[in-house]
């Protein structure tokens, strides 16, 4: 069963996300979109072009003038203001105005950069995220948030743009690897853990469900998710506030992602980073320390990592002072803690002490594996 998400910005219709198993529903959403013919152009990478963007074109070959595809090397190194300029250059001598159509077609990187391509290409033009990754489809196709990194900082250059529609089609996550697929379980269990405690039992209970992706567990997952994160964005969409509570376990989890350089995933870093967060939060009293070890064991279930080898713990903290989740000037590190399983506290002062005491939880070096 399709199911289907409105989302306002600022309390008005913005866009629908679309959880569907196929496209076939894709060229009448777009058909009640806009009228007239525009031309299209499909921003997907190197690993999801070759998979689905011909079967995106035909679905879609009725609703478009012209569609042509841009298609860039997967990977986070490519989220940069290189891969921008190449699809602005893309857009230009394929000469594509202001009217015309982007169709994201990918996980996160294609995401927030086709975003961003879309954000300033004429002072900006539409954009439809089409998310290939469970991670995309969860979080980082809602909320309007485009960006590349930059000299080093992660999303550093970025803008707030709204896509015109999201649509899921839950058959693209069957070629996910099980790495990918668990990644993205990392902001499922984020979700639950911030804010809706009834969400983490549900993952608990449907975890055979979610293992063999179940389409119904996975379409109600999917949906589950999105509705956290429709009303965190409505609420606050140009995180003001609130909207900060999405960044659990993101400021030692992108630390984390920069000091090993990419080689684990986004979600297992969040992962990581959910962890030592919700240490903090235990070693303030916030928590028990049942709920913290439960957490911990949590991730084991959906591959998540729980513990990280060889890691240089205080270059880590360093590059937390890196993350834009910090304000600037400020010394301390903030935080998004949880006060319980599913309610987070936002801009909590961390010191570098509690990060490294966290970090002792989950970094295990040669000597103590040999222990
Ligand atoms: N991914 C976090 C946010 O959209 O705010």
């Known amino acids: 069963m399709s199911k289907l998400i409105n989302v306002k910005y600022n309390k008005k219709p913005c866009y629908d996300i679309c959880i569907e198993k196929n496209f076939k529903a894709l060229a009448g959403k ?16 190197s690993t999801v072009g070759p998979l689905y963007a011909e079967t995106l074109t035909n679905a879609v070959k009725d609703c478009f ?25 893309f857009l230009l001598k ?30 900006g033009i539409d954009f439809i995220q089409i998310p290939s990754t469970l991670l995309a489809c969860v979080d980082s196709s809602v909320g309007g948030k485009t960006g590349v990194d ?17 649509y899921i089609n839950t058959g693209l996550l069957s070629s996910l690897t099980a790495r990918q697929y668990y990644s993205g379980m990392g902001e499922v269990l984020k979700y639950g853990l911030i ?40 609420s606050d969409p140009l995180e003001e506030g609130l909207r900060k509570i ?15 350089n990419f080689k684990l995933l ?3 870093c969040v992962a990581l980073g959910m962890i030592c967060a919700a240490h903090i939060s235990w070693k303030r009293g916030k928590i028990s320390m049942e709920d913290f070890f439960e957490i911990r064991d949590m991730m084991v279930p959906f591959n998540l990592p ?35 399983v599913g309610k987070a506290v936002f801009d909590e002062e961390v010191s570098d002490e509690e990060m490294l005491t966290a970090l002792a939880e989950i970094h295990y070096t040669e000597e103590d594996m040999k222990a």
């Open 306 to 340: 729980i513990t990280i080898e060889d890691i240089d713990v205080k270059e880590v903290v360093k590059l937390t002072k890196n993350d834009k989740k910090n304000d600037s000037g400020s010394k301390k590190a903030k935080f998004v803690l949880l006060s319980k």
């Open 30 to 45: 777009i058909g009640e979109i806009y009228e007239g013919k525009k031309k299209a152009c499909i921003v997907t990478d």
């Open 94 to 123: 394929n000469n594509f105005t202001r009217k015309d159509v982007i169709l994201a077609l990918g996980g996160g990187v294609v995401g927030d950069t086709a975003g961003f391509i879309a954000s300033i290409y004429m002072r």
């Open 150 to 166: 930059y000299k080093g900082y992660k999303n550093i250059v970025g803008a707030f743009k709204m896509p015109r529609l999201v």
């Open 195 to 234: 804010m809706d405690a009834k969400y983490y039992e549900w993952i608990l209970d449907n975890m055979y469900g979610i293992f063999d992706l179940k389409p119904s567990i996975l379409e109600e997952m999917i949906e589950k998710s999105c509705l956290c994160k429709q009303k965190v964005v409505e």
């Open 266 to 268: 986004h979600g297992e």
């Open 65 to 89: 003038s012209e569609i042509v595809v841009f298609t860039f090397k997967a990977g986070e190194e490519s989220k940069n203001m290189d891969t921008v300029q190449d699809g602005m250059e």
């Open 246 to 260: 999405l960044n659990f376990g993101h400021t030692l989890g992108h630390a984390i992602e920069k000091h090993v």
